[in-house]
């Protein structure tokens, strides 16, 4: 199924995890791909390894003028954006009182104003062009607490009610841009092996992170994959202001 032929996605945090695997599944499917991140050398593997239709941009989320300057040129050279996956997330393990302010502020930065950017250029050249979806990455951390992730879940719960905020902007608008998050428990993903590497034992460490998920272990990434490209396509063309959960029924449990 080519549910993304002739169109333009962006994808943030694009060299690895999640990123990569959305870049995977929307190339999969037809669409024109920019993998941004700030791992170049990643990146560019990534982009030569799917050839036509794959290109590299560096991008910090954080900073509004890269923002300006990479979705500028993607209209320059394709004309148009039609999907964006706010997709780069960091975490850092710590609660109320063992994380710092400047711990705080380096995940709100990512994961939470590189929403806000992503959301806000992308409105500014979508809505020229009759609409598109976004796709911002939130978590079960963003719906529910976990004591040793204070700054994580304050950030996703941030984007969480973030992209409700501006699904409804856009609809009221008219501007034809649909926004939703999806929300994954534990994925097996490089970030979830860095969260565990330094306690006693890694790998016990990882599989107990599976043990209170209903199905009984941990998500892959082309699940969540599946999920953002659903919210993406035009199979969603009536969903907007959503919460996915990609968990396995952890928070029906």
């Known amino acids: 199924m ?17 990123g990569a695997a959305a870049v995977r599944r929307l190339h999969a499917e037809g669409a024109i791909v920019v993998i941004t991140d700030l791992a170049r050398e990643r ?14 941009a560096l991008l910090d989320v954080t900073q509004e003028a890269a923002w300006i300057e990479v979705l500028d040129a993607v209209v320059a050279k394709h004309g148009r954006l039609d999907v964006l996956v706010n997709n780069a997330g960091v975490g850092v393990v710590g609660d109320v009182e063992s994380t710092t302010l400047e711990q ?55 984007v969480r009610t973030f992209t409700k905020s501006v ?11 649909r926004v939703n998050s999806v929300h994954p428990s534990f994925i097996d993903t490089p970030m979830v092996d860095a969260m565990v590497e330094h306690t006693a034992d890694p790998a016990r ?3 107990n ?45």
């Not at 080519?2 to 999640?18: D, H, I, P």
């Not at 990146?43 to 590299?56: I, K, N, V």
């Open 2 to 18: 080519q549910r993304f032929e002739r169109k333009v996605a962006l994808v943030t945090g694009a060299a690895s995890g999640l």
């Open 43 to 56: 990146g560019e593997a990534l982009a030569a390894e799917l050839g036509a239709r794959a290109a590299f």
């Open 104 to 158: 705080w502020r380096f995940v709100h930065a990512v994961n939470t104003e590189g929403t806000f950017l992503g959301c806000k250029h992308a409105i500014r050249v979508m809505k020229e062009r009759g609409g598109g979806a976004i796709v911002n990455l939130s978590s079960v951390a963003g719906i529910i607490g976990a004591p040793n992730l204070a700054a994580y879940c304050s950030s996703k719960g941030g």
């Open 167 to 177: 699904a409804m902007h856009c609809a009221r608008k008219g501007y034809g841009i």
């Open 205 to 207: 460490s990882k599989a």
């Open 209 to 253: 992170l599976a043990k209170p998920i209903p199905l009984g272990k941990l998500g892959e990434p082309e699940d969540v994959a599946a999920a953002v490209a659903y919210l993406a396509s035009d199979d969603a063309k009536f969903v907007t202001g959503t919460e996915l959960l990609v968990d396995g029924g952890l928070l029906a449990s």
